[in-house]
């Protein structure tokens, strides 16, 4: 066999990826002087989206650090409006063959968790749209995501139909914005726009000072049209509302709800000190827990050379949805993203590990029972000991219709806790996703 080889025999590899040097025929040509920085490169290893979101905002990256860092901060303010930061997208699905199929599921839907990478990608960029002074003598302002305050899905998104994405800054606080996005995708071309929002997302950001890290004002804003007053006060009013929570969270689960608690907890312990008796329609939360874990890669980092919050994102959505289907015994559909806490950045070569569970269920609608799952991830390093929270994700699901057709009379089960902290876990997201409603 050996002797019948020849040089056609051998199969040279090529990236696939569009070769970061500009005007290069050949991707190892390291001298070549339009060679981007390499802080620049990471979009072409995420989606197509992502990556031509990111090549928009590195030609402004690229022009605003092009003075040192110890450059002087923004000595004034501007003032912009909604639609100057406006920004759209869309996916050409009906056309692009390829591209259709970089997010096709297996239900011909588009792909939850690529669409998290890429909302998250859009929402930085607008916010550096909107934070941009222009000015190519002062340094730039670090942008991160800070939560993901609600995502909602209004109705299936169809791989098969051109999709849109609309965004712009709605409301900023002093370092803090919010930017709303509307994914919108017509059923047939005769149908407007404004009756076709598929999703709404919106994102919070907040500004660091890219030489000491400290909070950074960010530009004001003023509403011009009804609809971005209409926005920019709904906006300040769930501000005012995260504030007055994070007040008084303790006291309101402490003085609200200490019945539910103990009857969670007694219903936990009879799994535990009676199980033979325990109520088969029910399952201790620990007993729904997935897990998974992952080195972090330079291929996943965003342009600031952390790990891309989208990408973040992606894995706990897939963690999540992979929870709900063990859990309910039929494939889950995605409702909504309750919430996103980004509470430290995770770093190339981190060890990441996500954990998942079912917190609970609803099933005031048969026809539509709830299942509420949460993911954490810690960072954890092996050799200080040492775990370290850095997201928190809140997912709800659904139950497929056409799983649930054909398991008729299967019920979703009711979840207990066995510990107290589980309890208080159980209680504060009840609380939070009925103060929502």
């Not at 005007?23 to 981007?36: F, H, I, L, V, Y």
């Not at 994070?246 to 535990?272: W, Y």
């Not at 008729?408 to 609380?431: C, F, M, Q, S």
């Amino acid at each position: 066999m050996e002797s019948n080889l020849s040089p056609s025999n051998h199969i040279p590899i090529f990236s696939t990826f569009t070769s970061p040097f500009e005007g290069s025929s050949k991707g190892n040509d390291t001298k070549s002087p339009t060679r981007k920085p390499l802080s620049l490169w990471p979009g072409m290893y995420h989606s197509p989206v992502t990556n031509a979101l990111w090549e928009t905002r590195s030609k402004i990256f690229e022009t605003l650090l092009d003075p040192p860092l110890d450059a002087p901060p923004q000595s004034e303010l501007l003032t912009r409006t909604p639609s100057q930061s406006k920004m759209t997208i869309l996916y050409n699905f009906s056309s692009d063959y390829t591209l259709r199929e970089q997010y096709r599921d297996p239900w011909n839907e588009v792909r939850i968790g690529k669409l998290l990478e890429d909302l998250d990608a859009l929402a930085g960029t607008i916010s550096f749209k909107h934070c941009s002074d222009d000015d190519s003598t002062t340094r730039p302002l670090y942008l991160v995501t800070a939560s993901v305050d609600k995502m909602v899905l209004k109705k299936p998104i169809s791989v098969d139909v051109d999709l849109r994405i609309t965004g712009a800054v709605t409301w900023v606080g002093w370092s803090s914005m919010e930017i709303q996005l509307d994914v919108t995708q017509p059923a047939t071309e005769a149908v407007e726009a404004t009756d076709s929002v598929a999703l709404t997302a919106t994102f919070i950001f907040v500004a660091r000072d890219y030489k000491t890290l400290k909070a950074a004002p960010v530009n004001l804003l003023t509403p011009e049209s009804e609809r971005e007053k209409f926005l920019y006060d709904a906006a300040e009013a769930r501000n005012k509302l995260r504030k007055h929570k994070t007040k008084n969270e303790k006291t309101e689960i402490e003085n609200g709800v200490m019945d539910k608690f103990e009857a969670l907890l007694a219903e936990g312990r009879i799994f535990c000190d009676m199980p033979a008796l325990a109520d088969r329609d029910s399952i201790l939360l620990r007993d729904t827990r997935l897990e998974n874990s992952l080195i972090c890669q330079p291929q996943q980092r965003n342009i600031h050379g952390r790990i891309f919050g989208g990408f973040l994102m992606l894995r706990a959505f897939e963690l999540a949805l992979s929870t709900a289907y063990a859990f309910a015994g039929m494939m889950p559909s995605f409702l909504e993203v309750d919430h996103v806490d980004f509470l430290r950045p995770v770093d190339v070569g981190d060890f990441l590990r996500f954990k998942s569970c079912v917190l609970y269920t609803e099933s005031e609608n048969p026809d539509q029972p709830l299942i509420r799952v949460e993911v954490v991830a810690h960072v954890t390093r092996p050799e200080f000991r040492s775990s370290e929270l850095s997201n928190r994700f809140y997912f709800t699901f659904t139950v497929r219709p056409e799983a649930k057709a054909m398991n008729n009379g299967h019920r979703i089960r009711k979840v207990v806790p066995l510990t107290e902290e589980e309890a208080h876990r159980i209680v504060e997201r009840i609380l939070y996703s009925h103060s929502r409603t």
